[in-house]
């Protein structure tokens, strides 16, 4: 696990973000076990407390689920996963507008700019694969 943590947010909501996109991209699968909370925190050198907070969190929201003393899985729920990319790319878009509507750049230019930056995003992704 590769989590590049920020001062802005809170490390629990950090965690629950990272599984979501995780899970967006298929990384993580219906059903797949999850490191336990002791794990993830070492794995990711942050307080056990956290990653506890982080899986209460994602079991109240139905992203994860723990049947007895079985390790966590994620969920089966097809209607809740589809909802996660939706959900991701609606927060990036509204933080997205709301930095750039004081601005006021025409919406041609932003469409314009947004798709230079995600081509050479891509491009820049496929030169490191290379």
């Known amino acids: 696990m ?12 950090q965690v629950i973000r990272y599984f979501k996109q995780e899970i967006a991209v298929a990384h993580l699968k219906p059903g797949q076990e999850i490191p336990s909370r002791r794990e993830l925190a070492n794995q990711l050198s942050i307080n056990p407390n956290t990653a506890q907070k982080a899986y209460k969190e994602m079991e109240t929201i ?3 689920y723990t049947e007895g003393n079985m390790p966590s899985k994620i969920t089966e729920n097809t209607a809740l996963l ?3 990319r939706t959900e991701l790319i609606d927060e990036a878009t509204n ?14 230019e932003i469409v314009d700019l947004v798709k230079k930056k995600y081509l050479e995003n891509e491009n ?7």
């Not at 933080?95 to 041609?108: D, G, R």
């Not at 820049?124 to 290379?130: A, F, G, P």
Request: net charge negative; aromatic share 8%.
């Open 2 to 13: 590769n989590i590049q943590f920020d001062k802005r947010d809170p490390i629990y909501l």
């Open 82 to 84: 589809k909802n996660i």
């Open 95 to 108: 933080n997205f507008i709301t930095a750039i509507t004081p601005i006021k750049v025409p919406l041609e």
């Open 62 to 64: 139905g992203l994860i």
């Open 124 to 130: 820049d992704k496929e030169d490191t694969n290379d």
